[in-house]
């Protein structure tokens, strides 16, 4: 057990101490940052999240407005709502807690959130613009990611960096990261061949599948930094990882636990997105 543990659960903390002080002053100004959260039917995991986010507001002080839909809400109305949001100046920020019931189009909804509040980074305007390497916010989850590595000390410049899972919210965001940072990044799926052998490969190796605990030690090259995205509920209710925690902690230099690792982070992230976006629609 020789990793160094990246504790997101702390270092979110200190991220959400400044941005706290950083709203207040903006409250002075007359600016106080709104985050819209809009979450529809009744999936205790999105419940879960959706009240951390809630949590986070008030400790920071944007104010949340939250819209708890009935799960047969048509798309339409859904869409309806998001457009009266995006016309509303005391929200700066808006989030669709996915996932979305299955007759409603995900795409239709996300697009449909002014770039300009899309705190979660998700619309095409702002993943495109992440592509070109002009980001106006960064991907929640692959920004927490950058913070967490920063804490080991080490530079990413030149590192050899593998992340596993190409998904529009964490892989393929978290790989733009990394390659701007100068990393050398092998994105990895379901179809690669030899995928411990490529992990074998990695300095950095950022697990985001969404299989418990299918990385195990033996796919880490000594001294790695590896961050767990996964959170996987188990049968008998315990919440693991993408990678297997002891064997990993016994070969990495560094490991982020879960929970109390990424998600935090992701967290604090949406958090920075929202005060961004309230100094851009007010031009302070
Ligand atoms: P998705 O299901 O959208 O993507 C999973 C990715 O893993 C896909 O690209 C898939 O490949 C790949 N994959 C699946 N099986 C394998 C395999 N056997 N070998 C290699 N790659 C494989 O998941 P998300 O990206 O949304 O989430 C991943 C995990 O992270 C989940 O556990 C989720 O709960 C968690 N998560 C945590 C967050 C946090 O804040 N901590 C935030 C977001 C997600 P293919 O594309 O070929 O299907």
């Given at each position: ?5 990246l ?9 959400k ?23 529809v ?9 959706v009240?951390n986010?809630k ?14 839909l009935d ?25 669709v ?5 299955r007759h ?8 449909a959130?002014?770039p ?6 998700f619309?095409?305007?702002?993943a ?14 692959p ?5 967490l590595?920063?804490?080991t000390?080490?530079?990413?410049q030149g ?17 733009m ?9 092998t ?11 490529i ?7 950022v697990?985001?599948i969404?299989?418990?605990?299918f ?28 990678v297997?925690?002891a ?8 490991i ?7 998600g935090p982070?992701t967290?604090a ?16």
């Open positions: 057990m020789g990793a160094k543990i504790n997101g659960t702390e270092l979110s903390k200190a991220v101490q400044e941005l706290g002080e950083e709203v207040r002053e903006m409250v002075q100004r007359g600016v106080q940052p709104g985050l819209a959260v809009i979450i039917g009744d999936d205790p995991a999105s419940r879960v999240y009240n986010k949590k986070a507001c008030q400790e920071i002080g944007i104010a949340s407005f939250e819209y708890a799960a047969n809400i048509k798309e339409k109305e859904l869409i309806d709502l998001i457009n009266v949001l995006n016309k509303d100046a005391k929200v700066n920020g808006i989030l807690q996915l996932p979305l019931p409603i189009n995900e795409e239709n909804v996300l697009y959130i002014d300009g509040k899309d705190a979660d980074c619309h095409p305007s702002n495109g613009r992440l592509m070109i390497g002009n980001p106006m916010f960064m991907p929640c989850t920004a927490g990611i950058i913070e590595i920063n804490l000390g080490i530079d990413i590192k050899e960096c593998v992340v596993v899972g190409r998904s529009n919210i964490v892989g393929k965001p978290m790989s990261l990394l390659l701007a940072k100068n990393g050398t990044v994105v990895c799926h379901s179809k690669t061949r030899d995928l411990p052998e992990c074998r490969r990695a300095d950095v190796l697990a985001a969404g299989k418990p605990e990385i195990k030690g033996s796919f880490i090259k000594p001294g790695a930094v590896v961050i767990d995205v996964g959170m996987n509920r188990l049968e008998n209710k315990k919440l693991v990882g993408d297997e925690y064997s990993a902690c016994e070969v990495a230099s560094a982020t636990p879960v929970p109390g690792g990424v982070m967290i992230m949406l958090m920075r997105n929202t005060v961004k976006a309230a100094r851009l629609q007010n031009g302070i």
